[in-house]
């Protein structure tokens, strides 16, 4: 892939990019097995991925003046803070490109000042915009420090939408704090639709504005057909879904097991699993906005015959990893964006690994997403 803001060193986000993409492969997959341990026999061929246009989702800084926005990334301070369009970023399919460049002008004709962290002044902070795939619609988020532009932008996202027609979902978050941080706890929707629908698999799939998503749609699809295919071939009848974001596993699962149950903390992914087993029509799932390893410790009764976990980076930690062992399922996945935290908690299971494999989840970075069967050990 080549990507001119690479070459001139104005964003190292795809850090790998100067190495040939085979390499990469090759690269990750001797480093995942030298840390795990896991003997080369019992890992499958890597998935890989397309290295342009694969992205669903764009985390862009507003920056400059009012007069002249800009949506994109801000350089270092040896590059003077300066403010570096990245509209049309290649990890973007096309018409994510267009609709990211048309949004600085209709934010300069909307009146809507940039945020200055430096003098802290100014109110639009950031631009989060999520695409379905399946539907090609966007959900679009407006990051502010207060609500005192919400009436301007209400009163121009005609335009906006008349020129952009796929955006579904338009809402503005408020975020006050002087500080890098991505979003705040205030949601405000500005149309009637608060849904972003997506399908993998021929699940459909929903996302709101604070429900974890994966980035990468093609592979995602995998990932999540992959470990449905290894859960029925473990003959489980009761799934538990740990850190279960949007359902993306349970769901998959659903149809051939007798009894699923997802937990995830965020209600608002919650909110989307339910929708979509609503849509699904189906009953054997349960869906709860919990913590996993308070929900694991509250349990009685009969234990599952698996346990899915797809853990932040962070990992299981030590209380969920001695609950596993305590409830004893015959089989647990293990989803993780972490190898180092993985290979940690792999460690602590009582469990051995039957088969794994990884997937290119961010091409051209160090980034892996790792999937793992692990069995009982003495089954």
């Avoid at 990750?28 to 290295?51: D, F, H, N, V, Y």
């Avoid at 003077?80 to 934010?107: H, K, R, V």
């Avoid at 090609?136 to 939408?161: A, H, P, T």
Wanted: charged share 20%.
């Amino acid at each position: 892939m080549s990507c001119p803001y690479f070459e001139q060193s104005l964003c190292r986000s795809c850090a790998l990019l100067d190495i040939p993409y085979q390499q990469q492969i090759a690269d990750k997959t001797a480093a995942l097995q030298q840390l795990t341990g896991i003997e080369a026999s019992r890992w499958l061929p890597p998935c890989i991925s397309q290295s342009l246009g694969f992205r669903n989702k764009a985390k862009m800084v507003v920056l400059g003046v009012a007069q002249a926005p800009v949506v994109g990334i801000e350089l270092s301070a040896e590059q003077g803070f300066s403010a570096q369009p990245l509209t049309d970023c290649p990890l973007y399919p096309a018409n994510m490109q267009a609709l990211l460049g048309d949004l600085p002008e209709w934010i300069r004709s909307s009146g809507l000042p940039p945020y200055n962290r430096h003098k802290r002044r100014g109110e639009l902070k950031y631009i989060l915009l999520s695409h379905s795939r399946r539907y090609d619609q966007f959900m679009l988020r407006l990051v502010l420090g207060s609500d005192k532009c919400i009436e301007r932008i209400r009163q121009n996202l005609s335009r906006l939408l008349q020129q952009h027609p796929e955006i579904q979902v338009v809402s503005v978050n408020i975020q006050p704090v002087h500080m890098a941080r991505l979003e705040g706890d205030e949601e405000i929707f500005l149309t009637d639709n608060q849904l972003l629908e997506e399908e993998f698999n021929g699940i459909p799939l929903f996302q709101r504005p604070k429900s974890f998503f994966q980035t990468n749609p093609d592979v995602a699809e995998q990932l999540y057909g992959t470990a449905a295919r290894w859960a029925q071939a473990t003959g489980a009848h009761h799934i538990w879904d740990l850190f279960c974001g949007t359902g993306g596993f349970a769901l998959h699962c659903a149809p051939f097991a007798e009894r699923v149950t997802g937990i995830e903390i965020e209600p608002e992914a919650i909110a989307c699993a339910r929708q979509s087993a609503a849509r699904m029509g189906i009953n054997n799932l349960e869906f709860d906005a919990l913590d996993s390893a308070a929900f694991s410790q509250q349990q009685q009764g009969s234990a599952p015959d698996l346990v899915i976990v797809n853990p932040p980076r962070r990992g299981l930690g030590t209380e969920l990893v001695e609950r596993l062992n305590q409830i004893a399922p015959r089989h647990i996945i293990y989803s993780s964006c972490n190898p180092e935290t993985l290979t940690r908690d792999i460690a602590g299971l009582n469990y051995e690994v039957v088969q794994a494999q990884w997937f290119d989840m961010f091409p051209n970075t160090d980034h892996m997403e790792v999937l793992v069967e692990l069995r009982r050990t003495g089954v």
